[in-house]
Structure formats: C-alpha cells, structure tokens
C-alpha cells in the first residue's frame, strides 16, 4: 500500500482507503452515468501547470535499440509511423498508470465470460505489458502473448508469459487463442474491419475478443463546457490531426466498434459503457481517485499525446503547440464543468460454427 509517485503528487491506491462498498458504489456509479458530485470540490485545483515529467528505468539496455527521435521526443521504428506517439519511459510510465487507472475503476482485467481455464490468450498493443503479465499471473496454466510495435516489455516476466515485436494488424497462428485483448488501440488503428476480421480468424470456435476503449472526448456532467473550452479544443485538434493521418479516432463512439464486431460475424457482442471522472469532483472516494489519476495522465501525456497529431497531421510547428498547451494545461484543473470520458468496453464471441 505505498504511495505511487506521479510528478511530485503521491495517491494511496484506492483499496487501501476505501472499503468493498466504496468499490462496488464506484462501479456503479461508473456504468450507470450516475456518478455523485462533490460539492466542495468543483472548483479550480491548483499547483499543477507545468509538465514536470518523471523518468523511468528500462530494464533492456538502450543500445540495443534502434527508435526514431522528434521533437524531444522517441518513437517506434518498426514500421515507423503505424503509431504517432512516443514509446520513451517518460510515456512507459504513463501507460502503467493507465493500467491503474481501468483496473481500479472497473475491479478487474476482462470482461469477457473467458471461463477459468483459458489456455492460450493474445493482448495486442501489449505495451509494457503489464496487463499481459498480471493476467500470466492470474492464469498461470495459459500461455500469453503480448505483441506490440515497440520493445518496451521487461526482461523478467512470469514463465507463462512471452512478448513479441509486430503489428497488431498481422496476427497468427489461426484458430488458436480462447481470448483476445485489446486496450488503448483507438489512437493507432487504421482498418477495424481488417482488425476484427483478423481476430475471428485467430479465435478457437468459442474464443472471445474483447477492446476496451476511452472516447477521449471531455463530456461536462452539468453541461457547462463550451465549444471553446480549451480541453475541448485540444481534443478537436487531435481528432483533425490524427484523421488526416488515416485514424478515426473517435471509433469507439455511437457503438460503431460492437457494429463492426457483428457486422465481422461476431455474436454475444456486449457493450458496456462507464464515466471516467477528470479531477477531483466525484464525491465517492475511489472515483475521486481514479479522477485524479485520469487527470494527472491527461496532464502527464498532454505533449506527447498532441505532438505527433498536431505536428504531423496539422502541420504546426513545435512552438506552436507548446504555446497552445499552456492553456490547456491550466483548464484540465477546472472542476466546475464536471468533465469525464466514457470507457468503451466490447467483447463477442467467435460462434462455434465458425
């Protein structure tokens, strides 16, 4: 139960301060849109308008890598663009306490109805892996696999577990895994329907593939936000820049990914839709934390989430999005507007007669 150190702030974990029917309430709240405000905490937060980014060892030495380097920041060669954020510790960091995050927020790994034996799981866009090693953990009889563009996972792992360098859109072999998972893609696909067809392919008759997705689009609770909020325009720039890119950002929203998952041949497919809290205004304490931690990630990765979009897909210059993110910064502390993004969860069932 020690503190976890983000940016010169220390959080204890949820569990360690709220009790089971804190937990459950959070859940609750979460999924059915009805989360309790906190009166004494919908103003302005201050204290954090800088990016004072905290560095990360990795445990595979640095020579052994070949990235790419732009503005400060290190990308991914493999493929090089397939994925227009960083892959440095900084951004490593970052993603582990994204896993946190949902984990907290929603009290497990899956949804899926995968059983207690599955036997042979893949997590694409794996990441540092941490999601793939809890679940080689929790299954300790399967095998899981981790793929992703970037050599980011750690050397020691559990023995059930092994990662892999690759596309996410290029899996094998086929009729393989019980379960496919998908976390934090919306950013980086470019075909879901090739996505989805993929996945059934690589499915055992039965087998689930599931995706759990953030609409990363601030909704206000209270209906506040104006067009021009500046944490509403931020997140319009990225959706031109990422979309003159190739990449629908915004694909989770309007239940067009579970569509494309039945449109593929998927059946069972199930959508479960839960609130993320941005800051401190949700009165239950898990969801006050999980609020913090949302915001402190939004905060963390305001750079490296808006470079490569607004720079490569925007064509502005550094400089220019380094002035813009001045504002942004300071709007992110704005509790009055309520602000959250829905959590997407979909999963379908490869038919048996597949």
């Avoid at 974990?13 to 709220?18: I, K, R, T, W």
């Avoid at 990363?216 to 959706?239: C, F, K, R, T």
């Amino acid at each position: 139960s020690a503190p976890y150190q983000f940016s010169g702030a220390s959080v204890t974990l949820a569990s360690s301060v709220a009790g089971e029917q804190d937990e459950q309430a959070a859940v609750e709240q979460a999924e059915e849109w009805s989360i309790i405000v906190d009166n004494d905490d919908v103003g302005t937060d201050a204290g954090y308008e800088t990016d004072n980014a905290t560095s990360a060892s990795t445990s595979l030495a640095e020579s052994i890598r070949d990235y790419v380097f732009e503005n400060g920041r290190r990308y991914h060669r493999f493929r090089e663009g397939r994925y227009n954020f960083p892959n440095d510790d900084i951004e490593q960091q970052r993603e582990d306490m994204k896993h946190s995050m949902v984990k907290m927020l929603c009290g497990q790994l899956y949804f899926a109805p995968i059983g207690k034996n599955p036997q042979e799981i893949l997590d694409i866009g794996t990441g540092t892996g941490i999601w793939a090693i809890e679940m080689g953990d929790l299954f300790e009889s399967a095998n899981i696999l981790g793929v992703d563009l970037s050599p980011i996972q750690p050397e020691w792992v559990p023995p059930n577990v092994r990662f892999m360098v690759d596309d996410v859109e290029w899996l094998h072999p086929r009729n393989n895994f019980d379960y496919i998972h998908a976390r934090h893609t919306v950013m980086a696909i470019k075909d879901w329907p090739l996505l989805m067809r993929r996945t059934l392919e690589h499915l055992r008759p039965g087998g689930w593939f599931e995706i759990q997705e953030v609409n990363h689009y601030p909704i206000s609770l209270n209906n506040s936000m104006p067009s021009e909020h500046p944490v509403a325009q931020y997140w319009n720039l990225i959706d031109e820049g990422l979309g003159n890119l190739g990449i629908e950002f915004r694909a989770v929203s309007g239940g067009r990914l579970a569509d494309k998952m039945r449109d593929c041949g998927y059946i069972n497919v199930t959508e479960r839709v839960l609130q993320i809290p941005i800051g401190t205004w949700p009165k239950n304490k898990v969801l006050k934390t999980v609020g913090l931690y949302w915001r402190t990630i939004l905060l963390d990765g305001i750079q490296a989430i808006a470079l490569g979009p607004l720079t490569r897909g925007c064509k502005w210059s550094r400089e220019q999005v380094e002035l813009f993110l001045i504002q942004v910064r300071k709007a992110y502390h704005d509790n009055s507007c309520l602000m959250y993004m829905p959590l997407h969860v979909i999963y379908g069932q490869k038919p048996e007669s597949h």
